[in-house]
């Protein structure tokens, strides 16, 4: 994530801003520029103050004007009503429920944050309504709770043909902490989920139907053609096999090979987006072993992997190290075994080779 500043007074703004601390500048995201911008009302519409933006004018996204559970802007000569994050949305919260209005805006807060590295990786973003076959969507669910029916139905966190359903109760830090808890899991966040069930969509849009990458996946991931409901059984029942962490990023990536994929996936926008904070904010990492001091250099995806690898063990283990000093848990609590850094590696080229298509 980039750092922004107000385009009034010059202070730091941050990416969930609506107003700038400062000056009291109001504040939008404009996905066009991938950028923040402080907004000058004229009674009908908002004008950014972004040099880049050379003076455009933009309407609030529905969801920022009427919801308070968005920040994006929608340019002026859109006729869509929402923003490019919320038009992906095909089911919200009910609303009817006090407690679901916290937890849609903690959700799309935590959407934004994936779509910006989406957008920052220049991956395709179709909405299901300018692609109804390969577009995305999200439908955020609650379970189906009826006191006079023994069993109730769950809203299963997961993907499906390019719809990303996820259970609102993961907005809830105190279920999420005790789910994590009982699945002996090291890693549970909103925003994780996210990353993990995008994976799933882009290997759907991505890998599925592209031969060369099929078989190059099947080499690295093993085959997807496993039966996937017996494999998640099996990994509910048994756990992960013996030594998983000689070959997977995680346990539960053990579980097939479409999820290994996905929380491969996960793990590099992790590093990816965690990378490019560190450089925003100019971080340097020194290295007492070797008696060297480090900047993170970040050069989106087009840096060479190993640099990319390397820089990661030493932000990941100073992250680690300043947690503890608070006496909180560690921030990655994962260690990369040369098989995951395979695999991480060829979800960069994947990325890599989408771009260069597109520029084709």
């Not at 000569?77 to 919320?86: Q, R």
């Not at 994780?192 to 890998?207: K, Q």
């Not at 590099?268 to 480090?294: C, P, Q, S």
Request: hydrophobic share 35%; glycine share 4%.
């Amino acid at each position: 994530m980039k750092t922004y500043n107000c385009d009034v007074c010059g202070e730091l703004i941050y990416f969930e801003n609506t107003q700038c601390l400062s000056c009291g500048s109001p504040l939008g995201y404009l996905p066009v520029l991938n950028s923040m911008s402080s907004l000058e009302f004229d009674g009908s519409r908002w004008k950014s103050l972004n040099i880049q933006s050379l003076g455009a004018f933009y309407r609030k996204c529905h969801n920022y004007k009427e919801e308070n559970v968005c920040n994006w802007m929608v340019p002026m000569d859109d006729v869509n009503a929402f923003c490019l994050s919320c038009r992906l949305n095909e089911i919200i919260p009910d609303l009817s429920i006090p407690k679901n209005r916290e937890y849609w805006h903690r959700l799309e807060q935590a959407k934004r944050r994936l779509v910006y590295s989406l957008l920052r990786l220049s991956l395709p973003l179709k909405n299901k309504r300018e692609n109804p076959q390969n577009g995305l969507g999200f439908a955020f669910l609650a379970d189906d709770k009826k006191p006079r029916i023994k069993e109730s139905r769950k809203a299963i966190t997961g993907h499906e043909q390019g719809k990303i359903t996820i259970n609102i109760a993961e907005a809830d830090d105190a279920i999420r902490e005790k789910m994590r808890l009982n699945m002996n899991e090291r890693y549970r966040t909103l925003l994780g989920h996210f990353r993990h069930e995008i994976g799933h969509y882009y290997w759907f849009l991505l890998i599925e139907g592209n031969n060369e990458l099929l078989s190059q996946f099947r080499e690295v991931f093993g085959n997807e053609q496993e039966n996937y409901n017996k494999a998640l059984k099996r990994y509910y029942a048994e756990g992960a096999p013996t030594g998983w962490q000689q070959r997977f990023v995680s346990a539960y990536a053990s579980s097939h090979p479409w999820e290994d994929w996905a929380e491969s996936w996960a793990h590099y926008l992790h590093m990816f987006d965690t990378l490019e904070t560190a450089h925003a904010w100019g971080l340097t990492v020194m290295i007492k072993k070797e008696n060297e001091m480090r900047s993170i250099r970040f050069e989106n995806y087009s840096q060479p992997f190993e640099e990319m690898r390397n820089q990661w063990i030493d932000l990941s283990c100073m992250l680690n190290s300043l947690n503890r000093s608070m006496g909180m848990k560690d921030v990655y609590p994962f260690v990369w075994s040369e098989m995951a850094i395979e695999k991480l590696r060829f979800i960069q080229q994947v990325i890599i080779n989408r771009k260069e298509e597109v520029r084709q």
